[in-house]
């Protein structure tokens, strides 16, 4: 059970990584103008989401389950505080794919937002982290 969890977190550190770093390559790439450094950006975008934070994210979601199952599900049963934990990460894995369509739309030239909005849009995972780390730490009752 502890390799699970340890899994779990080294996902999830992995996941939050590139949660982090894809929306601040949106900064830049949204203050860009020249073409060379735009394709740049479409490729490190696309390396970071669909081969650091997309395996991430699934081996977090796996591992953590994982670890449910081998804890036993009934422990958790009228624990307010891991329903609320799976619901930011289910709100997480929203933002995942919101990201996802923001590359999209950068792929084609097509970004509707400016670099102020990037920048404002990058500190929700930071949100989204604090709350689930002191959840899943500090257990509220």
Avoid at 78 to 96: A, D, E, P, T
Avoid at 98 to 109: E, M, N, P, V
Wanted: net charge positive.
């Amino acid at each position: 059970m502890l390799w699970t969890k340890a899994l779990h977190i080294v996902f999830m550190v992995t996941w939050f990584a590139g949660l982090f770093y894809l929306p601040r390559l949106f900064v830049y790439h949204a203050m860009t103008e020249d073409s060379v450094s735009i394709e740049r950006f479409k490729v490190m975008e696309r390396k970071l989401y669909f081969g650091i934070m997309t395996p991430g994210a699934v081996l977090t979601v796996l591992f953590g389950l994982w670890s449910l199952q081998l804890q036993g599900w009934q422990i958790y049963e009228g624990v307010w505080w891991m329903k609320i934990k799976l619901v930011l990460v289910g709100l997480l894995i929203v933002f995942h794919v919101y990201c996802g369509i923001l590359l999209r739309d950068f792929r084609q030239d097509a970004n509707r937002h400016g670099h102020v909005w990037y920048r404002w849009f990058n500190e929700i995972p930071v949100v989204f982290l604090i709350a689930i780390i002191v959840l899943a730490v500090v257990r509220p009752v």
